[in-house]
């Protein structure tokens, strides 16, 4: 008689397997573990992984095909609407130039009516009109060239009227190889906005 509480199971043929193989209770299988309510759990689980992959692999891939072709975007043209003034362009005026930077690039800036005098403080003849040469070759007006009242100048000078003129002067003094301290401004030289007096310190192109 069968036991209350237990499965009862027809006799067969199974029932005659040795004890050692215990898998088997006739037909049927051995009652299951108490770990296989867990099954149902973990593959829930493990399904819930994929789909989140492949929905991270997705959007992935469809970055590429979201990005929009700027020629592809509509553009509404036509007038503002009445009472809406149209935004007003603002244009940025460029930075007024350093006084005290040297201005190599005569092309930078304004040199209408820019006035030059070169003189030559030595008894070396030529040496003014070749200086004025060197400063015409980068884009300096044509300087007049002559020789100073005194012939034995030892320092050069590059002197200049007005305190806007200081770059110009600055410049001009280092590209005939004078030194910025050598650099004046003063009236003594009304003839010309910028005056170059050439001394025996100068370095003239005839002996480089």
Do not use: C
């Not at 300096?140 to 100073?148: G, I, L, Q, S």
Request: proline share 7%; aromatic share 6%.
């Amino acid at each position: 008689m069968a036991k209350p509480g237990k499965n009862t199971y027809l006799p067969d043929r199974f029932d005659d397997v040795p004890p050692a193989d215990s898998r088997y209770v006739g037909t049927h299988r051995r009652e299951r573990s108490s770990w296989s309510m867990f099954a149902p759990i973990g593959i829930g689980l493990g399904s819930v992984v994929v789909l989140v992959v492949a929905g991270l692999w997705f959007v992935d891939r469809s970055d590429d095909y979201l990005e929009l072709d700027p020629s592809e975007v509509p553009v509404i043209e036509g007038e503002a609407p009445a009472g809406e003034a149209a935004p007003e362009s603002v244009e940025l005026e460029p930075e007024a130039a350093d006084p005290n930077d040297p201005v190599l690039d005569p092309s930078q800036i304004d040199i209408t009516g820019l006035s030059l005098t070169i003189l030559n403080g030595t008894d070396k003849q030529g040496m003014a009109a070749r200086a004025a040469e060197r400063l015409t070759i980068v884009g300096w007006p044509e300087a007049t060239a002559t020789n100073a009242e005194s012939t034995d100048v030892a320092q050069s000078t590059v002197a200049y009227l007005d305190e806007a003129d200081r770059g110009i002067a600055l410049g001009i003094a280092e590209i005939l190889g004078i030194g910025a301290d050598q650099v004046v401004q003063t009236g003594a030289y009304p003839g010309a906005r910028v005056t170059v007096v050439l001394g025996a310190d100068y370095v003239d192109t005839e002996s480089t």
